[in-house]
């Protein structure tokens, strides 16, 4: 099992950046696929981002590709979110989470499907 704790949340003007991290415990971190997930008000949650056990393989959502950039570093147990040219639609609350399951399974699977879930952080992007 594995608990999930985000940080890094904040206000910032459009075309800013911000750095979002999750630490997670557990000493199978490195076996888990983690992914960023986001969600507005009055809009279900939705991927962002997945990376792999090892942080070969990655994967986005065409509306942050380009922009955003998933990494991790699995000897501290953390997972990042580099977000940059943010944009005022951006604006939500993030999710990190965690699935143990193969990456090729994971990354197709819908956001009622992952196993564990952070608290989530607060991202607002003004105009």
């Known amino acids: 099992q594995v608990q999930l704790v985000e940080s890094g949340g904040g206000l910032v003007q459009a075309g800013g950046s911000l750095r979002l991290s999750c630490a997670a415990s557990g000493r199978t971190f490195s076996r888990y696929v983690m992914g960023w997930f986001r969600q507005a008000p009055g809009k279900e949650r939705e991927f962002v981002t997945a990376?792999?056990?090892?942080?070969?393989?990655?994967y986005y959502a065409d509306a942050v590709k380009g922009r955003f950039t998933i990494s991790r570093g699995n000897a501290k147990n953390m997972v990042y979110l580099q977000m940059n040219s943010l944009k005022p639609e951006d604006t939500a609350v993030y999710y990190c989470?965690?699935?143990?399951?193969?990456?090729?399974?994971?990354?197709?699977?819908?956001?009622?499907?992952?196993?564990?879930w952070g608290q989530g952080t607060q991202v607002t992007v003004s105009s």
């Open positions: 990376i792999s056990w090892s942080g070969g393989s990655t």
């Open positions: 989470a965690a699935d143990p399951r193969p990456w090729s399974i994971v990354v197709v699977r819908t956001a009622n499907e992952w196993d564990y």
